[in-house]
């Protein structure tokens, strides 16, 4: 006879109802806690995760007449125009990003690089590689850094394995950045959120997973050595691809000479007082056999070429001389301003076009994306082959996202486009995973392609930094992808697209946190010795797995924990609910509202200022504060709340 589960049923939820009702005879409203648990919530009573319909309000095509349809099929082609030229200039203007990043940060991003002793870390060189790729937005171009340095002799293979596993990391946050611009509709900011996160929480589990293992073993090295040693290689030229389409518009703009940041890594005087905007596009240099003067015969090319001539030593060497022929054509060419003021300028602007072409993208997706063409679209992008061959789908995406992302070159770029698509609801979150996943892997055939292009004397450790790179993202496809049980960077970015969703200012904590606080906090313990970073990390990463293990077991086996543990309601509430947070946000920005509104206000108008000021209304405050806090629920938007605020957060958060 088998165990009877039903009266411990029963009496856990007389528990339970108990408890709530002691908690309303107390008069205690509690909030719902959006702990690490709601990470891995899927249950709703309405999924929001569905992908809506995408209705077509227009008038039917049968119903149209023959100057109509002519009328439709010629804004249809206008629309597909306008979409591809937003399409080319948000291309254009992310590498124009990377450009102003590399003025702005790069020479530091080099002399990071140029501290081997602090490189030796594989924690350090991990954080180093995610730095150094946010400060110039291009993996490519920190990769390549590492590839000369590998190059140079200034750092062995080994030691450059965690710099390109950060790289990884660090290119991933443009797409989360280019989520946030779809913060305005709640619905679209949650699945467009998840669908740039899921490429995040990927790249960290597996840097999680197979850093360790890669120190301790040493797997990616050698198997990369043995391909290395295996083939006989031939150096070659990388496609230009769709460099060819932007090349024209950004060469216009500014171009840069990339040999500075390579040379001040690799430790060379000069590189530090050059500017790395190209002023000569084309240069000759010319190569001649001389006879100079060196310290002593140990310093001669050769023994045979080498003589004295009273206290001069002579010897017959190599001297190069470069001759500037014609100077480069862009914008900033010869302008009197620092890589610095260049930078900024560039900044500004690039991101005002990449933020606008976006919103204009989006705009024309919704308005294009209706009716039959949606559904063909949607069920061309979503929908799985017919059993049993439904697990094939995944990996034909994976290889569409390597595909596209080897056309268009960066896996930032297809990623970003990719993005809005998910949040209007054309591509779900679990197709956009495995596009992401393929996306990694184009990135990597493009640098393999380019290490090809190296010199005879560099192709092998360029190539194997390359083949380093791409093996680290089939190792992690292995890991997080073939069984549906180990998908879990898609429970991991739906529980944070939820949280976001209802708490929009938690999307820019996350932002902060992951790529800045984490990174800085990691290597600020990692330059304190092993010691303090194990005597900090370890801790944290207990409590962090057995609070994980609480969580899971408090959503699925309750009854196996104490009963003080089946909740978290015995902690404070701000802290295992964003609520109180969610709360001081709203003061924050109502405040900082009513601040700006002061300051707009003429100073020679008291009547005004006292009206403007702080002193509004009942009810103009309180549809201000509703306006001013756009992460909270539509049942939360009551004007009343707003006004008593303040003494609310006192109460209840406690802080």
């Known amino acids: 006879m088998g165990p009877r589960l039903e009266p411990i049923q029963d009496r856990n939820g007389r528990q339970m109802e108990n408890g709530s009702n002691e908690l309303k005879q107390r008069g205690v409203s509690m909030a719902a806690a959006h702990s690490t648990v709601a990470l891995m919530e899927e249950e709703a009573s309405e999924d929001p995760w569905d992908l809506p319909e995408l209705k077509d309000s227009g008038t039917p095509w049968s119903a149209l007449s023959t100057g109509g349809k002519m009328l439709r099929v010629l804004v249809s082609v206008g629309k597909l125009l306008l979409l591809l030229c937003f399409l080319y200039m948000f291309i254009c203007s992310l590498d124009i990003l990377s450009s ?8 530091a991003a080099g002399d990071i690089f140029q501290d081997n002793s602090v490189l030796a870390n594989p924690l350090a060189g991990l954080v180093i590689g995610v730095l150094v790729t946010l400060l110039v937005q291009s993996s490519s171009t920190s990769s390549s850094i590492v590839v000369s340095m590998v190059s140079s002799g200034l750092l062995t293979v080994q030691l450059a394995v965690p710099i390109i596993m950060g790289t990884n990391i660090g290119t991933s946050v443009t797409n989360t950045l280019v989520a946030m611009t779809q913060a305005g509709d709640r619905s679209t900011f949650r699945r467009a959120f998840a669908g740039a996160t899921v490429h995040d929480f990927f790249n960290w589990l597996s840097v999680l997973v197979l850093l360790p293992l890669e120190v301790a073993t040493g797997y990616l090295y050698i198997i990369t050595k043995l391909i290395i040693d295996s083939f006989n290689i031939q150096s070659g030229e990388a496609p230009a691809l769709l460099n060819v389409i932007t090349d024209p518009l950004t060469e216009a703009i500014i171009q840069l000479d990339q040999s500075v940041i390579s040379g001040i890594a690799t430790g060379d005087p000069e590189a530090r007082n050059r500017s790395l905007i190209k002023t000569w596009c084309k240069t000759f240099t010319n190569t001649t ?27 017959l060497k190599n001297v190069s001389e470069t001759y ?36 204009l993208i989006v705009k024309l997706l919704n308005s294009m994306l209706r009716g039959q063409v949606a559904m063909v679209i949607k069920k061309i992008l979503n929908t799985d082959f017919p059993f049993p061959f439904g697990w094939v789908t995944g990996y034909i ?90 998908r879990i960077p898609i429970r991991l970015a739906k529980g944070l697209g939820n949280i976001t969703a209802s708490y929009r200012w938690f999307a820019g904590v996350y932002i902060l946190a992951c790529f800045f606080v984490l990174p800085l906090g990691i290597f600020a313990l990692s330059m304190a010795g092993w010691e303090v970073l194990v005597g900090v990390g370890v801790p944290l990463v207990v409590l962090l797995v057995v609070v994980t293990v609480i969580n899971v077991l408090q959503r699925r086996r309750p ?52 009206d ?30 707003v006004r008593k605020m303040e003494l609310k957060i006192l109460n209840s958060s406690r802080l």
Request: hydrophobic share 45%.
């Open 100 to 107: 102003a990043f590399q003025l702005v940060g790069g020479k």
């Open 289 to 315: 056999l001389m006879n100079v003067t060196v310290p002593g015969p140990e310093n001669c090319t050769s023994p045979s070429l080498c003589w004295e001539d009273g206290n001069l030593t002579y010897t």
């Open 324 to 359: 500037n022929i014609e100077k480069c054509k862009h914008l900033f060419a010869g302008v009197a301003l620092s890589d610095l003021a260049v930078g900024l300028i560039l900044l500004a602007l690039s991101l005002l076009v990449l933020c606008s072409c976006l919103i």
């Open 397 to 486: 995406a994976i290889l569409v996202g390597a595909g596209m992302t080897f056309i268009v070159q960066s896996s930032s770029v297809f990623t970003s486009a990719i993005t809005p698509l998910v949040g209007i609801g054309v591509i779900s979150i679990e197709r956009a995973y495995p596009l992401s996943l393929g996306a990694n892997i184009g990135t990597t055939t493009t640098a393999i392609l380019a290490a090809m292009a190296s010199p005879g004397e560099t192709l092998g450790n360029a190539l194997q930094i390359a083949l380093v790179h791409f093996l680290f993202n089939i190792s992690g496809i292995i890991l997080w992808y073939p069984i549906p049980f180990t």
């Open 559 to 610: 009854g196996w924990l104490p009963a003080l543990l089946r909740s978290w309601d015995f902690l404070p509430l701000w802290a295992h609910s964003l609520e109180p947070w969610d709360r001081v946000v709203t003061v924050l920005a109502a405040k900082c509202c009513c601040c700006c509104k002061c300051c707009q206000v003429a100073p020679d108008d008291p009547e005004e200022l006292g």
């Open 612 to 641: 403007e000021c702080c002193t509004e209304p009942e009810g103009k405050t309180q549809e201000a504060g509703t306006y001013d806090n756009p992460a909270m629920s539509e049942e939360e938007e009551e004007a009343e709340r």
